[in-house]
């Protein structure tokens, strides 16, 4: 998990080039029905909040049924779009820190905790946290 903290904690870095985007740029949507950069990290703190959930509830059960999100429908309903770029990003940045600080001290013990999503497949805590971090370097390189 050492490796995989210190990954987050770098990405976690790159608020600063954010942060050199202006507003209007971090607007454009490059094609009907895709994402601007302001959609992309709106995305990226929904997935915050529901990996939260993940990250804490497995380290107090050894099995959950938790459900899933709609990235698309959870983009639309909060309207990303219309919120300061600025604010999108320290959102995006201070839930984040806590959830870095969370992955740095997960209890190892915990790591092979299941959650049981809703489409039958069977993901460890250890993976999870992984595949969280992987996700977050997939949709940065994107508006970066
Ligand atoms: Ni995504």
């Known amino acids: 998990m050492e490796s995989v903290a210190k990954?987050?904690?770098s990405l976690l870095k790159l608020a600063d080039r954010l942060r050199d985007i202006r507003d209007a740029e971090a607007s454009i949507r490059p094609a009907p029905?895709?994402?601007?950069?302001?959609e992309i990290l709106g995305h990226l703190i929904d997935?915050?909040?529901?990996?939260?959930?993940?990250?804490?509830?497995?380290?107090?059960?050894?099995?959950?049924?938790?459900?899933?999100y709609d990235g698309d429908e959870w983009v639309r309903l909060q309207r990303y779009q219309d919120r300061p770029w600025s604010e999108i990003i320290t959102l995006w940045q201070m839930y984040n820190?806590?959830?870095?600080?969370?992955?740095?001290?997960?209890?190892?013990?915990?790591?092979k905790n299941i959650w049981h999503t809703p489409d039958g497949k069977d993901l460890d805590l250890e993976f999870?946290?992984?595949?969280?971090?992987?996700?977050?370097?997939?949709?940065?390189?994107?508006i970066l």
């Open 7 to 9: 990954e987050f904690e």
């Open 33 to 38: 029905g895709k994402w601007s950069k302001k």
């Open 47 to 68: 997935s915050a909040a529901n990996n939260h959930q993940r990250f804490v509830r497995l380290q107090l059960a050894s099995v959950l049924n938790l459900p899933g």
């Open 97 to 111: 820190v806590q959830l870095a600080a969370l992955v740095r001290t997960v209890d190892p013990r915990t790591l």
């Open 128 to 142: 999870i946290i992984r595949d969280y971090v992987v996700h977050m370097r997939h949709h940065l390189d994107q």
